[in-house]
């Protein structure tokens, strides 16, 4: 069984920034994608940013390009989301997700694995 525990979150105002943290168990972390997540209260989970096995590709929902960046170290069996800029909209819990296949996450569909979360307070 893959456990998947975030770390990061909290109360920032907007501007501010901040990196999350996925910590995943066992041995075959570096062989999946993975992918950052996030819902707001009252709306949908949605794709913030996915990554394939190595890092060699990645990809960022528009509404956080430019912002957020995804990366992973696989000798540490992480992933980071680096978020900057942050927005009072970008309020929400955040999840990592570890996927079913190399290739980058891009929906939640293709997550096998998912965290509880990390909650992430942007105040105007």
């Known amino acids: 069984q893959v456990q998947l525990v975030e770390s990061g979150g909290g109360l920032v105002q907007a501007g501010a920034s901040l990196r999350l943290s996925c910590v995943a168990s066992?041995?075959?972390?570096?062989?999946?994608?993975m992918g950052w997540f996030r819902q707001a209260p009252g709306k949908e989970r949605e794709f913030v940013a996915g990554?394939?096995?190595?890092?060699?590709?990645?990809v960022h929902a528009n509404s956080v390009k430019g912002r957020f960046t995804i990366s992973r170290d696989n000798a540490k069996n992480t992933v980071y989301l680096q978020m900057s800029s942050l927005k009072p909209e970008d309020t929400a819990v955040y999840y990592c997700?570890?996927?079913?296949?190399?290739?980058?996450?891009?929906?939640?569909?293709?997550?096998?694995?998912w965290g509880k979360g990390t909650l992430v307070t942007v105040s105007s």
């Open positions: 997700g570890r996927g079913n296949a190399a290739v980058a996450v891009a929906s939640a569909n293709a997550v096998a694995y």
């Open positions: 066992g041995r075959t972390f570096s062989n999946y994608g």
């Open positions: 990554i394939s096995y190595r890092g060699g590709t990645a």
